[in-house]
């Protein structure tokens, strides 16, 4: 079946680094989303890429889908306790999502 | 709009036992969902239901039934519950399609002993 890989599995930052998280696939997709859970807490979604190398941004997080429409990326600039949790990607298939593993955030204050 | 509401937030159960996790949607969406959520394994679909009346199976099913009576609702069984089945659940809905932006209720986070 489908699948979408993700990395780091797991990743510790110092307050002020970036971050980015990776997520491939071997089939195209029909787009790409993005999600936030927080310690505790349900997935939300941040945001979806349709178009071949759209790009897109969220004030310190910046989105991207390869041309390929196979990988994506989130880039967090100048991390903040704020943005700790895990981050899943989630490709569609056709009519269907299908969730990376998800990279856990930590950040050093 | 309360969104996507589930009950139990929290259940232990023993092996063998069965039982019904409840998920309601007040956004009137037709797509609907359940995944179960282990470390290191993202989110897996269990059940899915494209409307009323209608559901198919997901990614990992075995073991679980669902039915799709009405629009909001779409509760989730646990036919004779195994250790295997300890996870946290998420129900999620969306207004189109299943790859749609999903809006996900708080989960229920469930022990087999």
């Known amino acids: 079946g489908q699948q979408v890989m993700q990395i780091p599995q797991y990743q510790h930052v110092q307050e002020g680094e970036d971050f980015t998280t990776y997520c491939n696939s071997s089939?195209?997709?029909?787009?790409i989303q993005w999600y936030k859970q927080r310690p505790g807490g349900h997935p939300v979604f941040l945001i979806q890429?349709?178009?071949?190398?759209e790009v897109k941004k969220q004030k310190r997080l910046t989105f991207q889908f390869g041309e390929a429409k196979k990988n994506s990326s989130l880039h967090i600039t100048a991390t903040q306790t704020t943005d700790v949790g895990t981050y899943f990607c989630?490709?569609?298939?056709?009519?269907?999502?299908?969730f990376g593993a998800g990279t856990i955030l930590r950040v050093k204050s | 709009n309360a969104g996507v509401t589930q009950t139990p937030k929290f259940q232990v159960l023993k092996t063998g036992q069965s039982m019904t996790l409840q998920c309601a949607q007040d956004?009137?969406?037709?797509?609907m969902s359940w995944y179960r959520q282990d470390p290191g394994m993202g989110l897996r679909l269990i059940h899915y239901s494209v409307g009323a009346g209608i559901t198919d199976q997901g990614e990992v099913p075995n073991g679980y039934n669902v039915s799709r009576s009405t629009t909001e609702d779409f509760p989730l069984r646990l036919l004779s519950a195994a250790p295997s089945q300890t996870s946290v659940y998420f129900c999620?809905?969306?207004?189109?399609?299943?790859?749609?932006?999903?809006?996900f209720g708080d989960g229920t986070r469930l022990s087999i002993l």
């Open positions: 956004m009137n969406h037709e797509y």
């Open positions: 089939t195209t997709l029909s787009n």
């Open positions: 999620a809905s969306s207004p189109g399609t299943g790859n749609q932006p999903q809006h």
């Open positions: 989630a490709g569609g298939y056709g009519n269907k999502l299908v």
């Open positions: 890429l349709v178009k071949s190398g």
